[in-house]
């Protein structure tokens, strides 16, 4: 950062920026960033960054490591966590600095609501992947999107059409609004499908995976990270979900992590932005809390779903 | 205000003569203080109901969806191509949960009063009393993780089907309301004048036919109070619930399949949506369903109570 700044608010001056308190409301943050003036050389002020749970940890983490250095000790980051609907919502209204989404600003805000993500700038600072996985005694280890597609639909109910044991299947799915779901509809099955009698619906990931672990026929889908010997990870037409399958564009099951923010972001906000993307937290942190790297990915995708070489 | 009644007395008789004697300023500092927080209280509900009733009346005025389809409407498809707000299916869960973990409360909660007033009072009053009543201060997500630890897995061994559904969630919230249904049953078995009772012995009942024709329909009303007030406490109670019962939004064709509620739905999807949106603006009509489900509840209670003191 060679474009150093001040911030001349009194509100958010030294004595108000130790840890989480008012200095990091969301009001006085636009005010704070608003009031630059290159007198000093310290960036100081407060960020709010709210949304997404499955981003939430990464941020958090993040946030700690850049108010911990002494570059920036004069900002405060404060980190909240709501789904990715309450952060795009937040950072549109000019509540929150940064809205952190699992999805694209351009899927939530439809119809009437589609100018407000026009409005939105799009910071992507990670990929996480998903796999489909079952009940370790399915017998099962490789599914094609067309069988998967047949049993998120219900057309197939058993385990033994798909050359697995005879038991029959159990959907666990996460609601119709999560975005774990939109990215799998999209790149997995390539269709919406209906909540099924007798599926079951959970939203937190490790409530999912606990059940997909004890519940006989079920099949669900989980973040790479989640992934371990209780279950049974499929692969997808064949192809293993790894993450150097992802980042070359063999495996497409995978979504952007978005840190939206309302317009070009302050300074303040800008050099967060900028930390998140640097190197030394791309290839520790972001990689520790099992995200893949954006920078590692030799694919780019749009909001349409076309792919890119990059 | 905190003055003894001695020194508010030797007060008055030193400054009576005074046109503003001490007493009469306090006396006014805590009228003044009581009326205060009567006003925020008041301000404090209608607001919320304002709120509420504001968001959850936007799919109707607005035309997308009718009242009478929201009640009785069997799909809830809010991310579909034609969303369709059905939530009768959640009423149905939400009747079924709490009626049923009532059911299992009451006899329960009951026979423990019945035991701490009638039989054991010493060691009601010592050790079962404030036994039961640790069970109200356990976080609802610990109940929520046992049952899907513990109530879960039992019922998916000894019951056909996924073990998850209506039966589990109203177990989870029977153990939920028995302290509510308990303390109140007690307190109204205490507070039963002595003389019916042993004016019942003396004519030669056993213990048996005292309580069976004396004690229990006198407080009769206080008891169906204590149920009504469970029954509103398991109504409202969402993170346990969602856990256990599955949160497909279909009315499941047994107790051991996924089912939904009112409040499970609420808390899957609420944080995913944005605000304004017509799936958040439809989850607030829900939330609408709920308060008024809660008023009736008091109302009830309040029936109740004019019939106790008659």
Redesign the interface.
């Known amino acids: 950062m060679t474009f150093v700044l001040a911030l001349t608010l009194a509100a958010c001056g030294n004595k108000g920026n130790n840890g989480a308190n008012g200095a990091a409301s969301p009001s006085e943050s636009p005010s704070a960033s608003g009031s630059a003036s290159p007198s000093e050389e310290k960036l100081t002020g407060s960020i709010l960054a709210t949304g997404s749970t499955a981003l939430q940890p990464l941020v958090e983490q993040v946030a700690q490591k850049f108010m911990a250095d002494s570059k920036y000790s004069g900002i405060t980051v404060q980190v909240q966590g709501g789904g990715s609907g309450t952060g795009l919502t937040q950072v549109s209204e000019g509540q929150a600095d940064i809205g952190n989404s699992d999805i694209f600003a351009e899927e939530k805000f439809k119809d009437a609501d589609a100018p407000k993500a026009k409005e939105l700038v799009d910071h992507q600072v990670a990929v996480v992947a998903m796999a489909a996985v079952a009940h370790p005694k399915v017998g099962v280890d490789n599914l094609t999107k067309q069988q998967l597609v047949d049993i998120f639909t219900g057309k197939i109910t058993n385990w033994k059409d798909v050359g697995g044991a005879d038991q029959k299947i159990v959907i666990i799915n996460r609601p119709s609004s999560s975005g774990t779901r939109k990215t799998f509809e999209n790149y997995a099955l390539g269709t919406k499908t209906e909540d099924l009698p007798g599926s079951i619906q959970q939203d937190s990931s490790g409530t999912v995976k606990k059940l997909v672990a004890e519940t006989p026929g079920a099949i669900a889908y989980l973040a790479l990270s989640y992934l371990d010997d209780t279950v049974q990870v499929l692969k997808y037409d064949g192809v293993e979900p790894t993450v150097e399958n992802v980042t070359s564009g063999k495996y497409p099951v995978w979504a952007y992590e978005h840190m939206y923010t309302k317009g070009e972001p302050t300074p303040v906000v800008k050099a967060f932005l900028d930390y998140m993307m640097s190197e030394e937290i791309q290839n520790a942190d972001v990689k520790e809390l099992n995200f893949i790297p954006i920078t590692s990915m030799q694919i780019a995708r749009d909001a349409n779903g076309n792919v890119t070489q990059k | 205000m905190n003055l003894s009644y001695k020194e508010v007395k030797r007060d008055t008789a030193v400054q009576a003569s005074k046109p503003f004697p001490k007493h009469r300023i306090e006396e006014w500092r805590g009228k003044a203080y009581v009326y205060v927080c009567i006003l925020v209280l008041i301000v404090t509900i209608f607001s919320i109901v304002y709120f509420i009733a504001v968001r959850g009346l936007t799919p109707f005025v607005s035309g997308g969806v009718g009242v009478g389809e929201m009640l009785f409407g069997k799909v809830?498809?809010?991310?579909?191509e034609q969303p369709l707000y059905g939530a009768l299916p959640f009423l149905y869960g939400s009747f079924a949960t709490s009626l049923l973990a009532a059911a299992i409360a009451a006899p329960l909660g009951f026979c423990a009063a019945i035991f701490m007033t009638e039989m054991m009072p010493k060691l009601g009053r010592t050790v079962l009393q404030p036994a039961i009543e640790l069970l109200a201060g356990i976080p609802s997500v610990v109940y929520g993780f046992v049952g899907?630890?513990v109530i879960?897995?039992f019922l998916?061994h000894t019951f056909p089907g996924?073990?998850?559904g209506i039966m589990a969630g109203a177990i989870v919230l029977s153990i939920m309301i028995l302290p509510t249904v308990t303390t109140i049953a007690t307190d109204a078995l205490r507070s039963l004048p002595s003389g019916l009772k042993e004016g019942s012995y003396a004519l030669g009942a056993t213990r048996w036919q005292t309580i069976s024709r004396i004690i229990l329909p006198t407080t009769l009303p206080s008891l169906l109070t204590g149920i009504v007030l469970g029954i509103a406490r398991a109504f409202g109670e969402a993170l346990a619930v969602q856990?256990v019962i599955?949160?497909?939004?279909?009315i499941?064709?047994s107790l051991f399949?996924?089912a939904?509620t009112l409040t499970s739905i609420i808390t899957?999807?609420?944080?995913?949506?944005?605000?304004?949106?017509a799936?958040?603006n439809a989850l607030w009509s829900l939330a609408l369903i709920l308060l008024l489900m809660t008023f009736v509840f008091v109302f009830i209670v309040r029936l109740l109570e004019r019939r106790a003191k008659r």
């Open positions: 809830w498809d809010p991310d579909a899907l630890s879960v897995p998916r996924q073990g998850i856990m599955g949160n497909a939004p279909h499941p064709d399949e996924s939904a899957l999807s609420m944080g995913n949506t944005t605000l304004g949106s799936h958040n």
